[in-house]
């Protein structure tokens, strides 16, 4: 029996797509549905791209049944948040408790939580002079980018790398090392 990830995503996805692209046919897990707070989002049209069905929500589907009845019709296991903006409510994890994984642009504990994502991540992370940055991958909790560490990446920085090379290179470790740690994770788990 397969393993089933959702993956929640409110932009782009170019990391849906690496996650998507790392376990199509795959033999123990696979990608049933993208869910978005966004209907504009072009990771819809990736997820329609490959097949996979997906679910916008409005603010409130959150917090009540209509979520869990959704992840339930598509048989979810564990979810991946891929550039995804909101925050999970507690019924979310506490229904999937150690299930839900996030990537964030940065090697917390610096430079997370609310309003810490995309470019303003890496606008402080170049506004600080640092050295390296990388990429957390980390268990969701109740907190904005405080769940449990599980893997993080470094690259190093020149002091004159702009926000844009700094997103440049942690977007380059995202793809490389994202889906195999999802992969890694739920292997250890089946």
């Given at each position: 029996m397969k393993t089933n990830i959702a993956i929640f995503a409110s932009g782009g996805g170019s990391n849906a797509e690496q996650i998507i692209r790392h376990f199509h046919n795959h033999e123990s897990i696979q990608i049933a549905l993208v869910v978005s707070n966004n209907e504009n989002a072009y990771v819809l049209e990736?997820?329609?791209?490959?097949?996979?069905?997906?679910?916008?929500?409005?603010?409130?589907?959150?917090?009540?049944?209509?979520?869990?009845?959704?992840?339930?019709?598509?048989?979810?296991?564990?979810?991946?948040?891929?550039?995804?903006?909101?925050?999970?409510?507690?019924?979310?994890?506490?229904?999937?408790?150690?299930?839900?994984?996030?990537?964030?642009?940065?090697?917390?504990?610096?430079?997370?939580?609310?309003g810490m994502y995309g470019m303003n991540v890496h606008r402080a992370v170049a506004e600080a002079k640092e050295r390296e940055s990388g990429i957390t991958i980390h268990f969701v909790n109740e907190n904005y980018d405080e769940g449990s560490i599980i893997k993080q990446y470094t690259c190093e920085l020149n002091l004159s790398d702009s926000a844009e090379d700094i997103q440049r290179k942690v977007l380059s470790l995202e793809h490389q090392y994202f889906a195999s740690s999802i992969e890694t994770l739920i292997e250890q788990n089946q």
């Open positions: 990736r997820a329609t791209n490959h097949d996979i069905p997906f679910y916008v929500h409005a603010t409130g589907d959150m917090e009540g049944e209509l979520m869990m009845s959704i992840l339930k019709v598509y048989k979810i296991d564990f979810i991946v948040l891929a550039g995804y903006l909101k925050k999970i409510t507690p019924n979310l994890i506490n229904a999937f408790p150690n299930k839900i994984v996030n990537i964030h642009p940065a090697l917390l504990p610096k430079y997370g939580g609310k």
